[in-house]
């Protein structure tokens, strides 16, 4: 996480804390899956955030963010809240392969003829910013061209939820 500007660890816990309160604010139209997912991602983010980008918490901050993806969609197939629930999970995943690229990139060390993360450190990154790009596309996307599901409050709190993912997905993963 060296890669980063000094503010971008807190702009991302910012931006996952403001996306975890309107998660729960609009509690009853996002089941337990998505208000796990939006929580944990939260936490990680505070987590990594005061860490300062110690490449053990990023391991266990990705795999906790791998875990919170697979069960981001558990039982949603169907629902209203499927597709907010899979977005959701995406940019968990997204996060989580940041969090393990981070790693990756500490681990490898020129120095050393041997080193084990120079084989993931190539491909992560691309797929990282595959991913980032993915999370901004179905953004705009569902708020742009898409009918909206909900109206009102609920709306307004599953948009700025919906935002704030993004743009903290976009902070962690590209360096601003």
Known sequence: MDHLLPAAPWLMALAATVSAAACVGAWRVVPWQGRQ?????????????????????????????????????????????????????????????????????????PAPAHAHGAGLAGVLPALVIVGTVGVILWTVVAEWLLPPVHRGRTARLLTIESWAMAAGVAVMCLGF
């Open 37 to 109: 997912s939006a929580l944990i991602m939260a936490a990680a983010m505070v987590a990594l955030a005061v860490s300062g980008g110690d490449p053990r918490a990023g391991l266990l901050l990705g795999t906790a963010l791998l875990v919170s993806a697979m069960l981001g969609t558990v039982g949603v197939r169907g629902t209203p809240a499927a597709a907010m629930c899979c977005h959701r999970a995406l940019v968990s995943l997204v996060m989580a392969l940041c969090a393990f690229e981070g790693v990756a990139a500490a681990s490898t060390d």
